[in-house]
């Protein structure tokens, strides 16, 4: 009763049920190994708790402009064109809470009812849900590791109707890690800016790319289409800063205005105190960023070795982001321990409950046959999970 046919269309974020599940079997003193969430698990740098422990002896613990200080704008600002070789004003940058809010705010902002937002799969579980939840139809092209989860133009052109407002472009990817070269970039922008579609451009794992590979944003490709374009990015996972909740937009003013506008009436500005952290993040020393990178790079290659040993396992190597999205269709159709597991959910739930490992189900991000696993955990831990994984699969059936 009393819930709106909106809120009953979508469904709760399941990374952060699992993680919940995966935390709560924990306090319970059960030895869990935590594959399931995508979340940094170094402490934030130093000198960024300083920053907010200086903001808080400072008193500016007040509201602030709806879409940021000017000073952490000018930090967004001076980062877009060191990193990405864009050029922005501050009318073009709006702050919000996580980069998730500023989606959020983006989807209520450019969506009307029935309007189409292109989304690839396998895609970060968030997305469908909160175009649904702006009114719109989340239109889904399918990817498999065949073709190592990527989308050509064509079968971007191929998906386009009169309806078709937005595509959403996350590249390194959430949950393959898979990454676009700059030439696979413009390639899909060209489509998008011939047809006028707003590329949305999920950035957030940039800085966390694998074997000198270039992250290049589709907004530094294609700088004729900046009208057309809007990146989205935080400083959640690359100063592994997930609590502090700030991440940011860079578009055209209008839309910008539209999202501060939509702020404006739901959170108004972010934490202050997050604020002058995210400023000193962004603006401070990057050393700490290359060494987290560093660590998650040994982690991948450690992990994506373990898993294609398993036979029947197929498991892409990544460029980027801290996930493995191996192809587990070997063990579909089994029987462990007397029950047979037929999807991935069965197996995820299978994992958690006989190898106490949590990872997420390939379903959740539309990708049936597969399971998603966060090496945001030891290398330690990585074994421990991996051992378990094999124990359980590889000599019950
Ligand atoms: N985009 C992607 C692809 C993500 O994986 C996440 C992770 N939470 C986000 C956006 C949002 O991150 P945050 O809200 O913590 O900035
Ligand atoms: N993006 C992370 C993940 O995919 C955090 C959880 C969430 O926001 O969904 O696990």
Known sequence: MYISKRVNSIKPSPTLAIDAKAKALKQQSIDIVNFGVGEPD???????????????NE???????????????????????????IAYSPEEIIVSNGAKHSLYNLFQSIIDDGDEVIILAPYWVSYPDMVI???????????????????TPAAIEKTLTAKTKAIIVNSPSNPTGVTYTGEELKAIAQVCVKHKILIISDDIYEKLVYDNFKFTSIAEVSPQAKEFIVVVNGVSKAYSMTGWRIGYAAGPKNIIAAMTKVQSQSTSNASSISIKAATEALNGTQECVESMR????????????????????????PEGAFYVFPNIKVFLGKTFNGKIINTDIELADY????????VVPGSAFGAEGHIRLSYAVSIENIKTGIDRLEEACCSKC
């Open 42 to 56: 170094f402490n934030t740098p130093v000198n960024i708790k300083e920053a907010a422990i200086l903001a808080i």
């Open 294 to 317: 560093d660590k998650f790079e040994k982690r991948r290659n450690f992990i994506v070795e373990r898993l294609n040993a398993l036979e029947g396992v197929v498991c892409i190597k």
């Open 133 to 151: 939840l702006a009114g719109g139809k989340p239109v889904i092209i399918q990817t498999n590791d065949k073709i190592n989860f990527k989308v």
């Open 59 to 85: 008193n500016f613990t007040k509201y602030c402009p709806v879409s940021g200080t000017l000073e952490i704008k000018n930090a967004i600002i001076n980062k877009l064109k060191r990193d990405n070789g």
């Open 351 to 358: 994992l958690l409950d006989t190898a106490k490992i949590a």
